[in-house]
Structures are given as C-alpha cells and as structure tokens.
C-alpha cells in the first residue's frame, strides 16, 4: 500500500519506486475507471498515457488528434511542445493506443484535442478540459483502490522507473520525458554511482591475466 513520502525529491523518488511501483495497485490504477461509462473510457486512456508515456498535465490536455502519427511502424505522439517551448516525440505503447481508439470512438472525436469534459449524463461538452481535472481523475482513480497522496506528476516519474527497471538506456528515457539534462533524469530515477562493480571495470580491452605456473 501507499506510504508516507519524504519531502526531498530524491526521497520521494526512492519512496515511490519501494511503496508504489512493486505493488499490485500500479497496474489496478489505470484500470480503476468505470470502461462500461463514458468518462470511466476517458480516464483510463489518460491513465495510461500518463502512466506509459510520462506526459505532464499540461501536456495531456493540450494533446490534439494531429499529434498522433505512425512512425517506424510505431505509433508516437510527434512533435509535442513541453516545458519550456522544448518539443518530443513520444512512443505510444500498443496497449495505451487501444485505450485511446476506445475512447475516441465512444466520443466520437476525430479532429483537435482528444480529452474533453464528460457530464453526468455521459455526454460530450466543449473542445478540450482542464489540467486540475487531471488532477482530480488521478487522485479520484487512486482514492478508489485505496491509494493516498497520488498526483499526476507521480505517475511520470513512475513512468521513468519502470522503463528503467526494464531495461531502457538513460538517455531513452530522458528523450521520452522530454529533460533538457540528464541530471534531472538520474534524480527521477533515484540514480547513484557505484564505485565496486564499477561500469568501467570490465569493458572489453583488459589485459589478460595468465595462471601462474604450478
């Protein structure tokens, strides 16, 4: 279950990553939402991108159909403007694109910005929504599965974790974030430099070590 985080940001991360993401709720979050309803097929494909694809609010409200584009038979978000004017371009999963194809075929959206405002009555109102409503979608949807003090921004550094925990290069995940530094990666990750065992001990153009005679 969810604990207590500290107040420095790479306590916060480490916290994140032992009381979060090694627990069943991670993969329940996204899944939380109501998909027979047509607000709970919103939130779960912007569960997903914020969870997958590590957007900022900002960025997911601002995310317009004309950004979706296949890219080396893969689908991406292209040429998204984040912080600070900087512009990405981010991998979509497959499995996040099919909660996106749920939901924009329920609305019926084809054209300009993919989240909207729903009413109570499951129905469609205005061009676009607010980022304290993703906000409210993230801690309603943790609120439901017994999660406390999750925010949005949680979710994109969990984002960053888990595509480091499987495998993915530094520098990978620095462009799916979209950080200017890479020092502000390695803080999202919680990275620290190990002196025994080093990266540099082993690389290939070592001398090699002939047995001594008997």
Known sequence: MWTHLSDTPLQFAQNLFRSYLLSPELYETWQAPDCKKLKGKRDRALLALLLACGLRRHEAVDLRIEHLEQREEHWAIVDLKGKAGHVRTIPIPGWVMEELRTWLNAAG??????????TKMGRILGEGMTEKAVWHIVKGSAKRIGLEKLAPHDLRRTCARLCHASGGELEQIQFLLGHVSIQTTERYLGCKQRIRSAVNDQIGIEPVVHAAPA
């Open 109 to 118: 959206i084809d054209r300009g910005k993919i989240f909207r405002r729903v």
